[in-house]
């Protein structure tokens, strides 16, 4: 059974404009989430999080919104960037020393 | 943030030997690593959890005996694939938590591993 969603396999989005990948859970016991980006042949890349305490964090042009009673949150890049076409990978813990649960990623491509 | 490095960054091994893939936290301590491997265009699959000073855990279906992990140190995990099989060829990825919350898990740069 999979706890992380993301039901979007691919996304395209015209540079300048926000791009909006989704993602939804199962697991209530979740309590840290984390949005990375990964590059093929590549390690992913820390992006931003968010604690279950918090409905919204924003790191320059991305922002994180988690909707707890609906068990969803997304990443909102805005404006969007050729650069930033790549695989995004939502992954949630339950916090402590617990390893990720990873979604199947939404690969965004940012078209100039 | 916080750095974790991998080596090596791609391997090509013959059926039948061994490989050892490094994983390393730079510039913190990690008591804890975590290893994944993905398929292409799959998400990334847990394999096992790496604890400094004891036995890793395992998921389901991955068996210790061919996957042998250890951390021996406290910025040092290892990944030994043996008696490697082309049905082994992936992507493996080390992570450990770390940077100024403790909270965030960083990410190796992967080793891509082709057995022939």
């Known amino acids: 059974d999979q706890q992380v969603k993301q039901n979007s396999p691919s996304l395209s989005v015209q540079e300048g404009r926000i791009s909006i990948l989704n993602c939804d859970y199962t697991?209530?016991?979740?309590?840290?989430f984390l949005w990375y980006k990964k590059y093929p042949a590549e390690g992913p890349t820390f992006l931003i999080s968010i604690s279950s305490i918090k409905d919204k964090n924003e790191d320059g042009r991305f922002t994180v919104f988690l909707n707890k009673s609906a068990k969803h949150l997304s990443l909102h890049i805005v404006p969007s960037q050729p650069g930033d076409s790549a695989v995004y990978f939502c992954?949630?813990?339950?916090?402590?020393?617990?390893?990720?649960?990873f979604g199947k990623g939404t690969r965004l491509s940012v078209i100039a | 943030g916080a750095v974790v490095s991998q080596h090596p960054s791609w391997v090509i091994c013959k059926s039948g030997t061994s490989v050892k893939i490094e994983c390393r936290s730079l510039d913190f301590q990690a008591t804890t690593m975590f290893w994944y491997r993905q398929f292409p265009k799959q998400s990334l699959m847990l394999m096992a959890t790496s604890n400094e000073g004891s036995k890793a855990t395992y998921e389901q279906g991955v068996e210790k005996d061919k996957f042998l992990i250890n951390h021996a140190s406290l910025t040092l995990s290892t990944l030994t694939v043996t008696s490697a099989h082309p049905e082994d060829s992936s992507f493996y990825i080390c992570?450990?938590?770390?940077?100024?919350?403790?909270?965030?898990?960083?990410f190796g740069e992967g080793s891509w591993l082709t057995v022939v």
């Open positions: 697991n209530s016991m979740f309590d840290y």
């Open positions: 992954a949630a813990s339950v916090g402590g020393n617990t390893p990720l649960v």
């Open positions: 992570s450990a938590r770390g940077g100024r919350s403790g909270n965030t898990i960083y």
